[in-house]
């Protein structure tokens, strides 16, 4: 069975195991208080871009939100064992367009974080890229994948891949009205590897 992590409560117990206020957390991760107190409480799940923000904030790799324990040499997850996060826009479930699964959540002082993506038409229109230090690579199982890095926008169709530095702004999203499935790793960069 693939289990729904709360990675809202992780954040919440490393911002108040290093004695910082919600403000102070936001600032120091670049995003508004409002959105990680809508985080915390599990109103919004943070897209990827945002929990590469708040690990630098923290000063832990982004796999901490993920991590169970100290983790191994090597990690082997059985399609029932990936850990889930759904993107929703509030308590009443209205989706912002994808859900992703921690394909590696498990080995220990990664420098990549692998992810399956399911991309689903969003309720919710999400106009802000992400942008962030590091690289992402992208291949697209299932569906259409519309694809914006600064002013370039391109679809991306079953067997494309895309390559970029993720300083990039950058959006992801499905195109067209049918879901899409994507693998996507990100390298959060030197500065977020926490050996």
């Known amino acids: 069975m693939v289990e729904e992590i709360k990675v809202g409560e992780k954040i919440k117990a490393l911002r108040e195991d290093q004695a910082m206020t919600l403000e102070q957390a936001a600032k120091r991760a670049g995003i508004a208080p ?4 809508q985080i915390e409480n599990h109103m919004v799940s943070p897209p990827l871009g945002t929990l590469i923000l708040l690990a630098r904030a923290f000063g832990v790799p982004v796999g901490h939100f993920f991590a169970e324990g100290p983790g191994e040499p090597f990690c ?9 996060v759904s993107r929703f826009a509030s308590n009443e479930g209205l989706s912002y367009g994808y859900s992703y699964e921690s394909l590696g959540y498990a080995k220990k002082d990664r420098k990549m974080e692998p992810f399956v993506v399911t991309l689903t038409p969003a309720e919710v229109p999400h106009v802000d890229p992400n ?15 519309e694809v914006k890095l600064g002013q370039h926008t391109d679809v991306l169709q079953p067997g494309d891949s895309i390559y970029y530095n993720s300083n ?5 999203s499905c195109h067209g009205k049918d879901p899409a499935k994507i693998v996507a790793v990100i390298w959060a960069g030197e500065e977020m590897v926490i050996l």
Do not use: C, D, T
């Open 168 to 172: 990039i702004p950058h959006q992801v």
């Open 131 to 145: 942008q962030h230090s590091g690289e992402e690579f992208i291949f697209v199982l299932e569906g259409e994948v």
């Open 34 to 37: 409002s959105v990680l107190s």
């Open 76 to 84: 082997l997850v059985r399609a029932r064992e990936r850990k889930v």
